[in-house]
């Protein structure tokens, strides 16, 4: 039992080592990636613009869950009018980032990775090699920087979407007055909430952008591996992330 552990978190803390020299390596080839804007842009349309419909609808449907338990929490104290304020703040600082990570790991992180660990299985990234071509500045880097480009724009347009959703059930449906829900909600969200937002969805994109490509790269060159680093890409990434979240919020509070 102790030997399992023992070897468990050895294994733990090589992977670690792994994937922090693989960041390494990513951000020094990333000046040289820039220069070539056209291929990141290209990633960002794949990995934030295909996208956009599952994380518009995803976050229009937990801003409407949002405004419907936060109404019957805050009609509890007299307090419907702060709706506004309660959705505003769960949206920006917690639900929005954390959601549309989980989400991004789920399409783009999979679609990544399962690209990446195909071009492995296929034998393009030798080949790329064996031109002298380095297939991590001209395949990884571009992804990586796409995708993490991408996760902080889609978290905005969660949680815009997620206001718009706690509004629309909060005041069409259940009669909180218009001019409160707004003003509240202007009142409540500041700046630092804004932030808190920003740099966790910033880092969450870096988070789960760097799993899959990692997952891809060292795929083991067979359909199953592809499939494995796939299903690794999703269960890791949603570890690290709830992880994350919990260290970044005790760090802003």
Known sequence: MIGELRKSLVDALDGL?????????????????????????????????????????????????????????????GSEAALGSAAAIGLVRELGPVITALLFAGRAGTALASEIGLMRATDQLSAMEMMAVDPIRYVV??????????????????????????????????????????????????????????VKSAIFGVACSLIAVYQGYYAAPTAEGVGLATTRTVVTSAVVVLFLDYLLTSAFL
């Open 17 to 77: 080592g792994d994937i922090s020299l693989f960041l390494l390596r990513l951000i020094v080839d990333t000046p040289r990636a820039l220069l070539r804007f056209e291929l990141i842009a290209r990633q960002i349309f794949n990995s934030g613009a295909l996208s956009l419909v599952i994380i518009m609808l995803s976050g229009l449907f937990v801003g409407m869950v949002l405004g419907l338990q936060g109404f019957q929490l805050l009609q509890r104290f």
């Open 141 to 198: 880097v571009p992804r990586f920087l796409g995708a993490v480009i991408a996760m902080p724009l889609l978290a905005a347009i969660f949680s815009v979407i997620g206001l718009y959703g706690a509004q629309l059930v909060g005041v069409q449906i259940m009669g909180v007055d218009s001019g409160s829900f707004w003003s509240q909600m202007q009142g409540a969200v500041e700046l630092r909430d804004i932030n808190e937002g920003v």
